[in-house]
């Protein structure tokens, strides 16, 4: 099986209008458009699709992020963030249009994104980071792009992965987590394909 995407190439960056903030005084809002993403040679037996992206570069602790005069060290042990969480895609969709399930930041969160016919969309990570946030605060479902701390020094990586079920659905409800979808996922994946893109908004990551 193979994901591919026309927005960015496997490995290099991930252009501003597919991330969430990108460079400003210190950091603005962007597009928050999703990317293209198409699949194709699944397996005989596929009965739906899973979609996830997730920065595995994410701080481990909080106490620099985003703070004057001070820089999130590159050897700081990291930890994932969910981007987007999408299961029941049909068997019969192997293409996801630019902008089809995100087109802008929704402050308090998109409650239902859009997606293919019958999909169903967890919560990500901005649920939990603008919690206290009176301006921002929700839940976030569907994607939300790439905003990592304007003042990393570590480029972060996002990983888009599209896994091939054995089943028609999950029996998930919209916000679910990402334990929730792997727990659900466990023994029903037949085949995996994954995509890479980078970001940062920090331009001395490295």
Known sequence: MQ????????????????????????????????????????PPGTRSFVLTCIDVDVPSRGDDVNK?????????PRVEFVHWLMADIPADCGELGEGSCSDGVTPHGKRAPTGPAGSVQGQNGYTGWFAGDPQMAGTYLGYDGPCPPWNDARLHHYRFELHALDVAGLGLAPGFTL??????????????????????????AG
């Open 179 to 204: 334990d929730q979808l792997r727990a659900a996922m466990a023994g029903h994946v037949l085949a995996s394909a994954g995509l890479v893109g980078t970001y940062a908004i920090n331009p001395d």
């Open 3 to 42: 994901l591919r995407s026309d927005s960015f190439r496997n490995g290099q960056r991930i252009p501003e209008r597919y991330a969430f903030g990108k460079r400003g005084d210190p950091i603005a809002l962007s597009g928050n458009r999703n990317p293209h993403l198409a699949w194709r040679d699944a």
């Open 68 to 76: 004057q005069g001070r820089v999130v060290s590159a050897d700081l």
